[in-house]
Nanobody, 121 residues
């Protein structure tokens, strides 16, 4: 069983920064893609940033140029650096590890508990 521990959420003023961390245990970390999702009350869960097992990154348009995802496989850790935060970034942010085993064997994924990010105006 994979366990994910998230940290770094909190309250910050607009224009400020937060650094979210996701530490994984009980997994072969390097083989997984890692995603950060966010969900605000009444909204659908949205994919914010992705980093593949090969280190390729992708971001939602709303956070491009402001957020940076990175991974340290030796430490089994993924970081989401969030700069120039806006009130609309307010949400619960969740770390997700995902391994695509193909159409036959399906997807293997694990989720962290989520961490609250609140950005005040």
């Amino acid at each position: 069983q994979v366990q994910l521990v998230e940290s770094g959420g909190g309250l910050v003023q607009a224009g400020g920064s937060l650094r979210l961390s996701c530490a994984a245990s009980g997994s072969i970390f390097s083989v997984y893609a890692v995603n950060w999702y966010r969900q605000a009350p009444g909204n659908q869960r949205e994919l914010v940033a992705t980093i593949t097992s090969g280190g390729i990154t992708n971001y939602a348009d709303s956070v491009k140029g402001r957020f940076t995802i990175s991974r340290d496989n030796a430490k089994n850790t993924v970081v989401l650096q969030m700069d120039s935060l806006k009130p609309e970034d307010t949400a619960v942010y969740s770390c997700n590890l995902r391994l695509d085993l193909g159409a036959v064997r399906g997807i293997r994924d694990y989720w962290g508990q989520g961490t609250q990010v609140t950005v005040s105006s």
